[in-house]
């Protein structure tokens, strides 16, 4: 799977912006998705995840309520809907793809370490 995350930007606090990240090659409907955000001096952190049907979501405590993520099976795309943006959500955003077997919960999703697949990121700045 070949992943091209663009929507990043500048945008103040209490603003919104979307991400998209396209894939292409294998079957983009058997994968679940992720999308993972790096501050300057940081970690990679989870932030959200969607598992193969777009049913079943998880959120870090940080977003949850903020973000939306979603996804297009008919598209191969996969969003990151940010609203209510805070200066804290500045970072490169990432999005990453692995096969999705049914076996796991989506509590293993949140886990970078999981993912094979990576986009090569977009940055968000929230300006306060």
């Known amino acids: 799977v070949q992943l091209q995350a663009s929507g990043g930007g500048l945008v103040q606090a209490g603003g919104s912006l979307r991400l998209s990240c396209a894939a292409s090659?294998?079957?983009?409907?058997?994968?679940?998705m992720g999308w993972f955000r790096q501050a300057p001096g940081k970690e990679r952190e989870f932030v959200a995840a969607?598992?193969?049907?777009?049913?079943?979501?998880s959120y870090a405590d940080s977003v949850k309520g903020r973000f939306t993520i979603s996804r297009d099976n008919a598209e191969n795309t996969v969003y990151l809907q940010m609203n209510s943006m805070k200066p804290e959500d500045t970072a490169v955003y990432y999005c990453?793809?692995?096969?999705?077997?049914?076996?796991?919960?989506?509590?293993?999703?949140?886990?970078?370490?999981?993912?094979?697949?990576w986009g090569q990121g977009t940055l968000v700045t929230v300006s306060s």
């Open positions: 090659g294998r079957t983009f409907s058997n994968h679940a």
């Open positions: 969607i598992n193969w049907s777009g049913r079943i979501t």
């Open positions: 990453a793809a692995t096969p999705e077997t049914g076996s796991y919960t989506m509590s293993y999703y949140r886990r970078s370490g999981v993912y094979g697949y």
